[in-house]
């Protein structure tokens, strides 16, 4: 008897488990038979942030001949982390508001917080994927990068990092906003993580702004861009890996359980 009270929860979680990685599988088919449409979406928005920013502002004299190098590792970021954040959202307004298939999901033999992390995780990999493509495309466009070999492992953590932290935000805005003020909640919350992250400045470079600096210090996105530069310009003053990495993880903890607890009462309801 007792032998067979044991086995069952393991058999719950092998079957939860195995139906997780399906689901996800099923989802990453998907994005691969849209491929186009996914490159294009994620791509054509830093493509020219970085020719505009990088190339052409440099190329006349308006930024500094290094700016490039400090660009780079923040439109990486950025990508990531709002790839993943919109793959999110988006996903999940319409699965609830209109296709609802969300319900099919939710019939599926896991429990209802692992439907909300195969999500999160699926928009996570896009981001992942975005960022990754970035790289290249920065490489061709601008002049003078040089990324350490050695950094790329810390590089690739913090990218992991940065769209789980995108993801789970995505995951808040996804369950608690009202789908009929979804743009406006985009307008209000995406515009104004693009311009406090970091992305197109070092945070240290903002001394003779302070309140735009603490404003730029609230923003997760913001350790992501210093992380990442702290790894790949080491001569750079930046923020610490050492307070990035804390942060980066806290706030994917406390946005995920609070996006799994929107997540949950929407599937209630």
Request: net charge neutral.
């Amino acid at each position: 008897m007792t032998t067979v009270e044991l086995e069952i929860p393991r058999a719950g979680a092998g079957v939860a488990a195995r139906t997780f990685f399906a689901v996800l599988w099923r989802d990453t088919f998907v994005t691969g038979r849209e491929l186009l449409p996914f490159l294009a979406q994620v791509v054509v928005q830093p493509f020219f942030m970085l020719f505009i920013f990088g190339k052409v502002l440099a190329g006349i004299g308006y930024v500094q001949g290094n700016f490039a190098q400090i660009l780079l590792p923040g439109m990486v970021a950025l990508t990531g982390f709002l790839t993943a954040l919109q793959n999110t959202t988006m996903p999940l307004i319409l699965d609830f508001s209109w296709t609802r298939e969300i319900e099919d999901r939710l019939l599926a033999p896991m429990p209802i917080p692992l439907v909300a992390l195969e999500k999160m995780v699926f928009g996570a990999l896009r981001g992942i994927v975005a960022s990754l493509l970035i790289v290249p495309i920065g490489y061709l466009i601008l002049d003078g990068i040089d990324w350490p070999a050695s950094a790329w492992p810390g590089v690739l953590g913090l990218i992991v990092l940065g769209s789980l932290a995108g993801a789970a935000i995505g995951m808040t805005v996804g369950t608690l906003v009202n789908p009929r003020r979804i743009q406006i909640m985009f307008a209000v919350v995406l515009m104004p993580l693009m311009f406090t992250g970091s992305t197109q400045f070092p945070w240290h470079g903002l001394t003779h702004l302070r309140w735009f600096q603490v404003i730029c210090a609230l923003n997760p996105l913001t350790y992501v861009s210093e992380g990442m530069r702290s790894l790949l310009l080491p001569g750079l003053q930046s923020i610490p890996l050492w307070i990035d990495l804390p942060v980066i993880v806290v706030a994917f903890a406390v946005f995920a359980a609070i996006g799994i607890k929107g997540f949950l009462r929407r599937a209630i309801d």
